[in-house]
């Protein structure tokens, strides 16, 4: 989820959220997962993982995040 940064006088209930990707289940054993989002503007960007579908088995994951600025013209 990406929650853009709040403008000046702007309230916690304002916030604009977006959903960068929809959560699914996902099987990355056979390939890895991999992805890109270009943010709109300043803000905070949420990763989250869900294990709820099989809360049984232990799962590990492991991720790359890499983050690279557009040079302004």
Aim: hydrophobic share 35%; with cysteine.
């Amino acid at each position: 989820m990406f929650v853009a940064a709040p403008r000046e006088n702007q309230s916690e209930n304002d916030l604009q959220i977006e959903t960068v990707e929809d959560m699914r289940v996902v099987n990355c054993v056979v390939e890895p997962i991999s992805g890109s989002f270009e943010v709109p503007c300043e803000g905070v960007i949420f990763f989250m993982w869900d294990n709820s579908y099989d809360w049984s088995s232990n799962k590990e994951i492991s991720y790359t995040i890499q983050v690279k600025q557009v040079k302004k013209t």
